[in-house]
T-cell receptor
Framework: AQTVTQSQPEMSVQEAETVTLSCTYD???????LFWYKQPPSRQMILVIR??????QNATENRFSVNFQKAAKSFSLKISDSQLGDAAMYFC????????????FGKGTKLSVKP | EAGVAQSPRYKIIEKRQSVAFWCNPI?????LYWYQQILGQGPKLLIQ????????DSQLPKDRFSAERLKGVDSTLKIQPAKLEDSAVYLC????????????FGSGTRLTVV
């Protein structure tokens, strides 16, 4: 079965510092994508960053970067220079099932940012 | 471009009543998804449409939930009769090419069943 595991229910970071959110997944597919989504209190899922499994280079989007370890099936999100607006639920997600696949989500990590 | 529109934003109903949610995806997006997100959990797929055909409804409680996507555009998700455990946020998402553009989500409908 395809699963996504986020082992940190809650994390806290001081403003301007760096925090890493963990995610592991299980899949039998060889070519796939991985996503991190942010869900603020407004409830809308916002795509933070995307990683293609066949690319060895870790994806980066401004202050957000990933540490992708395909063999270990690990996909962690690093947030640098944390800002108050980064406070939200963060979900790791994996689209299962080929070109028409649906997203399988982890349970999420609630990130708090302290001023 | 306009995002995925959902309505209503909030809904409170009594158990055994019926309720319907509406979703308008991004124009041109062939694939539409309905997810159920129970408090403290990640979203779980209820049903996936490709144009107006159902691709996956294996996790949809068909005795009480139904969904349709007429003309391959707007979609409606209905619950009849509602149970207390249906209290959740119902998210709609659409995608054009998930590998290039990913998935775009609406703001969801928060349903409370009392």
């Amino acid at each position: 079965a395809q699963t996504v595991t986020q082992s940190q229910p809650e994390m806290s970071v001081q403003e301007a510092e760096t925090v890493t959110l963990s995610c592991t997944y299980d899949t039998s597919e060889s070519d796939y994508y991985l996503f991190w989504y942010k869900q603020p209190p407004s409830r809308q899922m916002i795509l933070v960053i995307r990683q293609e499994a066949y690319k060895q280079q870790n994806a980066t989007e401004n202050r957000f970067s990933v540490n992708f370890q395909k063999a270990a099936k690990s996909f962690s999100l690093k947030i640098s220079d944390s800002q108050l607006g980064d406070a939200a639920m963060y979900f790791c997600a994996y689209p299962y099932g080929g070109s028409q696949g649906n997203l399988i989500f982890g349970k999420g990590t609630k990130l708090s940012v302290k001023p | 471009e306009a995002g995925v529109a959902q309505s209503p934003r909030y809904k409170i109903i009594e158990k055994r009543q019926s309720v319907a949610f509406w979703c308008n995806p991004i124009s041109g997006h062939a694939t539409l998804y309905w997810y159920q997100q129970i408090l403290g959990q990640g979203p779980k797929l209820l049903i996936q449409f490709q144009n107006n055909g159902v691709v996956d409804d294996s996790q949809l409680p068909k005795d009480r939930f139904s969904a349709e996507r007429l003309k391959g555009v707007d979609s409606t998700l209905k619950i009849q009769p509602a149970k207390l455990e249906d209290s959740a946020v119902y998210l709609c998402a659409s995608s054009l090419d998930r590998r290039t553009y990913g998935y775009t989500f609406g703001s969801g409908t928060r349903l409370t069943v009392v």
